[in-house]
T-cell receptor, first 111, second 117 residues
Framework: RKEVEQDPGPFNVPEGATVAFNCTYS??????FFWYRQDCRKEPKLLMS???SGNEDGRFTAQLNRASQYISLLIRDSKLSDSATYLC????????????FGIGTKLQVIP | GAVVSQHPSWVICKSGTSVKIECRSL??????MFWYRQFPKQSLMLMAT?????????EQGVEKDKFLINHASLTLSTLTVTSAHPEDSSFYIC?????????????FGPGTRLTVT
């Protein structure tokens, strides 16, 4: 089983739609979780951290389910500018503050 | 704040030559820098962790003699791909961790696209 698993997509959704991505992780000792956004041929940029209690930032909501070892990202009212690849990132609890990236889920918002 | 630069942004070199990539934290001090590689349609794979003033720690399967890392100051780390071959063609991205930052918070450089012909 991969350390971090994501459905690579692509997810094609119309503008204004709500879309959700899940990501599963294998290391039950992981404590820190993040969603990054990566545009084509660019570096990843932090979208949001994922807290145990869940957190919301505008149209974006992140949730953590420790029992089932997955995190989710919900995007409401999708915009064309949301088109990107969303990377799930999990600390690998192996020291040196290292993290493991998922393959990313590609989102294409269509007009 | 928290800007990381990489140079060059892209490079084409001939097989057998060496290429040096620089990673700089422009407005903060970074005790730790990470080097990643990303092949098309694949996830970022950590190659090595670079700590200022000490030897880099390489991930399993990454040849330390081929990918030379130097972290001579709190704002600069370099990755040298020695005797590059076409299979080394990839997107190389560095990230830097701020000295007083959150444990897993890291800032990414814009990446260097290496093509070996």
């Amino acid at each position: 089983r991969k350390e971090v698993e994501q459905d690579p997509g692509p997810f094609n959704v119309p503008e204004g739609a709500t879309v959700a991505f899940n990501c599963t992780y294998s290391n039950s000792a992981s404590q820190s979780f993040f969603w990054y956004r990566q545009d084509c041929r660019k570096e990843p940029k932090l979208l949001m951290s994922v807290y145990s209690s869940g957190n919301e930032d505008g149209r974006f909501t992140a949730q953590l389910n420790r029992a089932s070892q997955y995190i989710s990202l919900l995007i409401r009212d999708s915009k064309l500018s949301d088109s990107a690849t969303y990377l799930c990132v999990v600390d690998n609890s192996g020291g040196y503050q290292k993290v493991t990236f998922g393959i990313g889920t590609k989102l294409q918002v269509i007009p | 704040g928290a800007v990381v630069s990489q140079h060059p942004s892209w490079v084409i070199c001939k097989s057998g030559t060496s290429v040096k990539i620089e990673c700089r934290s422009l407005d903060f001090q970074a005790t730790t820098m990470f080097w990643y590689r990303q092949f098309p349609k694949q996830s970022l794979m950590l190659m090595a962790t670079s700590n200022e003033g000490s030897k880099a720690t390489y991930e399993q399967g990454v040849e330390k003699d081929k990918f030379l890392i130097n972290h001579a100051s709190l704002t600069l780390s370099t990755l040298t791909v020695t005797s590059a071959h076409p299979e080394d063609s990839s997107f190389y991205i560095c990230s830097a961790k701020e000295l007083a930052g959150e444990p897993y918070e890291q800032y990414f450089g814009p990446g260097t696209r290496l093509t070996v012909t």
